[in-house]
T-cell receptor, first 114, second 119 residues
Framework: GDSVTQMEGPVTLSEEAFLTINCTYTATGYPSLFWYVQYPGEGLQLLLKATKADDKGSNKGFEATYRKETTSFHLEKGSVQVSDSAVYFCALFVGGTSYGKLTFGQGTILTVHP | GAGVSQTPSNKVTEKGKYVELRCDPISGHTALYWYRQSLGQGPEFLIYFQGTGAADDSGLPNDRFFAVRPEGSVSTLKIQRTERGDSAVYLC?????????????????FGPGTRLTVL
């Protein structure tokens, strides 16, 4: 079946540090890949996505590149801010018979200190 | 415009009781999903509606769980004979699906969730 594995957290960084959150996947078909973010007290929000190999998704300074050869979609940001503190979820979507359900990783808690 | 809303935001019930959780999707969105998020885990798919019909209910854990969407808009997730293991945050998401089936281009918009606690 389809699955997503994220690096274990929590991750604690100082402001302006470089961020990497690892994500690898297994999928029965050709997935689209997503990063969702959940800020404290808020619902899940789409952060970025990539739909085919070598695509790079980007938003709010975050980037992730779809690597088919390593089945990975690692999230990176060059300089984190306190406001980036949240829970980050990697997810995949396989169309066809799965009807578009998202399969999520377990989430990575990020805390950024001033 | 308004996003996905869910009510109640919190629900505390006793083991064995019946509960209903409501989801109001974004107006005009034909696709609606329910997910369940246990503590420290990512959301897990429960059921998907396209219009009024449940196109995929493969994620419902057992027959105590049931969901309806009678008019193709609001959906209700119903849980009978609740158990302590049902305690979780129940998330609803909706998307605007142009084709017969969802596509990777159809962004799912999530509601804030209902936190269910079964004592």
């Amino acid at each position: 079946g389809d699955s997503v594995t994220q690096m274990e957290g929590p991750v604690t960084l100082s402001e302006e540090a470089f961020l990497t959150i690892n994500c690898t996947y297994t999928a029965t078909g050709y997935p689209s890949l997503f990063w969702y973010v959940q800020y404290p007290g808020e619902g899940l929000q789409l952060l970025l996505k990539a739909t085919k190999a070598d695509d790079k998704g980007s938003n709010k300074g975050f980037e992730a590149t779809y690597r088919k050869e390593t089945t990975s979609f690692h999230l990176e940001k060059g300089s984190v801010q306190v406001s980036d503190s949240a829970v980050y979820f990697c997810a995949l979507f396989v169309g066809g018979t799965s009807y578009g359900k998202l399969t999520f990783g377990q989430g990575t808690i990020l805390t950024v200190h001033p | 415009g308004a996003g996905v809303s869910q009510t109640p935001s919190n629900k505390v019930t006793e083991k064995g009781k019946y509960v209903e959780l409501r989801c109001d999707p974004i107006s005009g969105h034909t696709a609606l999903y329910w997910y369940r998020q246990s503590l420290g885990q990512g959301p897990e798919f429960l059921i998907y509606f396209q219009g009024t019909g449940a196109a995929d209910d493969s994620g419902l854990p057992n027959d105590r769980f049931f969901a309806v969407r009678p008019e193709g808009s609001v959906s209700t997730l119903k849980i009978q004979r609740t158990e302590r293991g049902d305690s979780a945050v129940y998330l609803c998401a909706s998307s605007s699906t142009l084709g017969a089936r969802p596509s990777y281009t159809d962004t799912q918009y999530f509601g804030p969730g209902t936190r269910l606690t079964v004592l």
